[in-house]
C-alpha cells in the first residue's frame, strides 16, 4: 500500500494575512504523511511591482510577465514569499526547503505560444522530476514551491501556482496515494458568489458539466476546477478547495471533488 501525500496550493488573500497565513501554516505543519506546500503571490508582487514603478500587465485576468515583471516575480515569489514561509515553518517543527521548478530540475516548462495574447515570460509544464521531489519527501524535507518553473536553457518562467499543485500531484502519483487541497479565502466552491454559506460541497464531472452550463462556476473558478478534474483524471485519489480550516482535523464545510 502506498503512503499518503498532502499538497496544499495556498493563494494570494491568505499570503497577504499575517495571522490568516500562520493559523493555516500551523494547521499543514499537524498534518500526518509527506506533505508539499505551493503558494504564490500576485498580490504581493504587484505591491512590489508598484513601489519600484513597473506596473502589472493583465489581460482577461491573467498576468503579462515582460523581462521586468519576471524580475519581480522571482524576487518575491522565490523570495520573499518562499522563505518567509520557509522560516516560519521551520518555527512550527516542519522541516521545510524553498523550492522553484528550477531547483533540483523538479519542473520544467516551456514559454507559452504567442496565440491572441503574448504572455512573455508565463511557462506551461512539460514534466515533472517525480524522482527528485520523491527524493526530497524521503530524506524527510518538505518542499515549498513558488510560481516558478524553468526551461531546461537557464530561462526562468512564471507559472500558474494552481497548474503547479496540480502537475506535482499528478506525477508523484507514482509513488503516493495523493490528496490536493486548494486553500483560499472561501470556504469552498459557491453556488452564490454573494453567499458565504452557499457552498456546493460535492462535484463530480456530471454536476461540473451541469454547473458549467448554468454559469455557476465561472471566471477565477474554472482554471481552479480544470487544474481539479486534471489531476484526477490522472490518479490523484481526491481534490478538495476551502479555507484553511479544511486540513484542520476537524468536521468543516468544503467542497470536494471527484470524477
Known amino acids: 500500500m502506498k503512503e499518503t501525500l498532502s499538497i496544499v496550493k495556498i493563494g494570494g488573500n491568505i499570503i497577504e494575512d499575517n495571522d490568516g497565513l500562520f493559523q493555516l501554516l500551523q494547521s499543514f505543519s499537524h498534518m500526518k504523511g509527506a506533505k508539499i506546500l505551493v503558494h504564490g503571490g500576485g498580490k504581493k508582487a504587484t505591491e512590489m511591482g508598484n513601489k519600484l514603478g513597473i506596473e502589472a500587465k493583465m489581460t482577461n485576468g491573467r498576468r503579462i510577465t515582460d523581462a521586468q515583471s519576471l524580475d519581480v516575480a522571482v524576487m518575491v515569489y522565490g523570495g520573499l514569499v518562499n522563505k518567509n514561509i520557509v522560516a516560519k515553518l521551520q518555527g512550527l517543527g516542519t522541516n521545510s526547503i524553498g523550492m522553484s521548478g528550477a531547483d533540483g530540475g523538479s519542473i520544467r516548462a516551456h514559454k507559452r505560444a ?3 495574447v503574448d504572455f512573455g515570460f508565463v511557462g506551461d509544464i512539460e514534466a515533472v522530476n517525480a524522482q527528485g521531489v520523491f527524493s526530497l519527501l524521503q530524506t524527510g524535507f518538505t ?3 513558488c510560481a516558478l518553473t ?5 530561462q526562468l518562467l512564471n507559472t500558474n501556482a494552481d497548474t503547479i499543485a496540480s502537475e506535482l500531484a499528478v506525477g508523484l502519483t507514482s509513488h503516493f496515494e ?4 486548494y486553500c483560499f479565502e472561501k470556504k469552498g466552491v459557491l453556488r452564490n458568489v454573494s453567499d458565504e454559506n452557499s457552498v456546493i460541497t460535492h462535484i463530480d464531472s456530471h454536476s461540473y458539466k451541469t454547473l458549467l452550463e448554468e454559469g455557476i462556476i465561472s471566471d477565477g ?6 487544474n481539479c478534474f486534471y489531476a484526477l483524471q490522472n490518479k490523484v485519489k481526491k481534490v478538495c478547495i476551502g479555507d484553511s480550516s479544511m486540513i484542520r482535523n476537524e468536521s468543516t464545510t468544503f467542497t470536494t471533488l471527484t470524477l
Open 143 to 145: 518542499p515549498v514551491f
Open 221 to 226: 473558478m474554472l482554471p481552479k476546477l480544470h
Open 150 to 154: 524553468h526551461d531546461g536553457k537557464g
Open 178 to 181: 495523493t490528496t490536493l487541497y
Open 114 to 116: 504567442v496565440q491572441e
